[in-house]
């Protein structure tokens, strides 16, 4: 999962509970490393799976923002030009010996990056995928202003992300875990309202949400940018 740091200057930027701390959560992700094949991966297997099969029918350049170990990479075609970026140096590590280890030639650059300040040229993918990588940056706002940026017009941006219940126990439970989490590496109580205020203000349309695995707490949304 990659994360990022931007000024609080957006005027899209809204706080909802604590904040994460760029440098804090690479740490964490760096703790993580050694593990998270083993405790995630089959967690979030479908959502992997679903959400490279979303990238391949727009096809083209692909990045991968938060791409961890390389979990997803063996799932892109090899006809596809894979970028994948992140923030942890331990993860990305163990991405390029998966890279190595499956003979990934398509994989054309794996880089320790930051997702709200992407070193990429406006317009420079067809496609970008963020796997459960939005309620892990300390303003996600901006890696998302980042992810339209560097999409081209009609591209699409995947996302499989937690959503945060609106109403009830399992609000308060979010809400109450908050803490913990965010020392963890992402939030628990992230609303869907902060993604339709986002798209709302931005050059781009919300094309699907489909609830995953496990129990519907995650979903797949897929965004597409508008043309001219």
């Known amino acids: 999962m ?65 791409v961890g170990t390389g979990l997803s990479l063996p799932a892109y075609r090899r006809a596809r030009s894979i970028v994948g970026i992140d923030i942890s140096g331990p993860m990305l590590e163990k991405a390029r010996r998966r890279v190595a280890r499956f003979g990934l030639r398509n994989v054309e650059r794996l880089a320790v990056m930051d997702a709200e300040h992407l070193d990429f040229p406006d317009a420079a993918f067809d496609v970008v995928v963020a796997q459960y990588v939005v309620t892990a940056v300390p303003h996600p706002e901006a890696a998302l202003d980042e992810f339209a940026r560097v999409l081209r017009p009609g591209g699409e941006i995947v996302i499989t992300t937690r959503i945060g219940a609106e109403a009830g126990l399992r609000r308060t439970v979010e809400h109450a875990l908050a803490p913990i989490t965010g020392r963890l590496g992402w939030r628990t109580e992230f609303a869907w309202d902060r993604y339709t205020a986002w798209a709302a203000d931005a050059p781009v349309e919300i094309v699907e949400r489909r609830a995953l695995p496990p129990l519907g707490h995650f979903s797949l949304v897929r965004l597409r940018k508008r043309d001219g």
């Open 2 to 66: 990659a994360i990022g740091m931007h000024g609080t200057g957006t005027s899209r930027a809204r706080a909802l509970g604590p904040d994460l701390d760029r440098d804090g959560v690479a740490r964490a992700y760096g703790r993580w490393a050694p593990v998270y094949d083993l405790v995630f991966g089959p967690v979030f297997a479908q959502g992997r799976t679903l959400a490279a099969a979303a990238a391949e029918r727009v096809g083209g350049r692909i990045l991968e923002v938060g």
